[in-house]
Structure formats: structure tokens, C-alpha cells
């Protein structure tokens, strides 16, 4: 199994900056992706930015492109999102997701307990 733990978030003003960390423990043989979502209320659950291992390759939605950045440690299996010049419309609880290989080179798609983020006046 595998088990995330997410922290930061919280409530910031328009314009303000807030960082998300996800930290990923348990039997990880290999990493597929490695990101976060965030969902707002009456929403779908959408991809914000994430890495895939396989193909060396990061993706960051257009509508926070250049506000957010999305790291990673790949020795300590964590994620992070540095999120800058936050909007109201970035408001939603955001899911760290790790897509790995786990136990027996089973498939494993492993989410955060989620973290809310309020951007408000």
C-alpha cells in the first residue's frame, strides 16, 4: 500500500502565495505520475500539474501556468506546489496524487486526504 500525506494550504488574499507538500510512504517500486488536482464546488475533479516519470515530462494546466510550480524530490517521494498570485477562481480543495508500482509490481493509484485552499478578501 501506499499513503499520502498532504500539508499546507489554507486561506490567503488575492494575490498571495501558498505552498502544498505531499509526502508519499509505504512500498513504491517505480513512479507513473506524481501530481496534484483540485476540485471546486459543483466541479469535476481536475489535473493542475503533475510529472510523469516514464517520459520525463511535467504538465501544468494553462490556467495556472506561470503562477504555479510544481517540484519534486524523488529521494524523499514527496510533491510540492508552490502556488503564486493565487485568484479567487483557484479556490477548491486541492488532492496530491502519486501513481506508482507498488507491492508485487501492482498498480497503484494513491490519493491525498486533500487540502482546502481559500483565496478571499
Known amino acids: 500500500q501506499v499513503q499520502l500525506v498532504e500539508s499546507g494550504g489554507g486561506l490567503v488574499q488575492p494575490g498571495g502565495s501558498l505552498r502544498l507538500s505531499c509526502a508519499a510512504s509505504g512500498v513504491i517500486l517505480s513512479i507513473n505520475h506524481m501530481g496534484w488536482y483540485r476540485q471546486a464546488p459543483g466541479k469535476q475533479r481536475e489535473l493542475v500539474a503533475r510529472f510523469t516519470s516514464g517520459a520525463s515530462t511535467t504538465y501544468v494546466d494553462a490556467a495556472v501556468k506561470g503562477r504555479f510550480t510544481i517540484s519534486r524530490d524523488s529521494a524523499k517521494n514527496t510533491v510540492t506546489l508552490q502556488m503564486n498570485s493565487l485568484k479567487p477562481e483557484d479556490a477548491a480543495v486541492y488532492y496530491c496524487?502519486?501513481?506508482?508500482?507498488?507491492?508485487?509490481?501492482?498498480?497503484?493509484?494513491?490519493w491525498g486526504q486533500g487540502t482546502q485552499v481559500t483565496v478571499s478578501s
Open positions: 496524487n502519486f501513481n506508482v508500482m507498488s507491492t508485487g509490481w501492482h498498480l497503484w493509484d494513491a
